[in-house]
């Protein structure tokens, strides 16, 4: 297991700003396939956020990205386009 060496960060994207939060080491959990999950609530609560205030914010993407020394790579994508039509 190389969580320790991998970073990650969620990108929350409005249609004129780009936030990123952070994400620590004690929030990423690797499934058994190998595969890396992060649940967003838990990163928006360490920041004082919840899943209400991206609406309010009106945010058309949030991003799973993993953190390289000279790169990112997107590991999903999540559109709130079709979520706020539900709402």
């Known amino acids: 297991m190389q969580i320790k060496h991998k970073k990650f960060i969620y990108v929350i ?20 396939d190998g595969e890396f999950d992060i649940p967003l609530d838990s990163v928006l609560s360490k920041h004082q956020m919840d899943l209400e205030d991206l609406f309010k914010m009106k945010v058309a993407t949030v991003s799973l990205v ?19 039509l539900n709402k």
């Open 13 to 32: 994207e409005t249609e004129t700003e780009s936030k990123e939060l952070c994400v620590e080491d004690d929030e990423v959990i690797e499934n058994a």
């Open 66 to 84: 993993e953190q390289g020394c000279s790169d990112r790579k997107l590991i999903r994508s999540i559109s709130f386009e079709n979520l706020r």
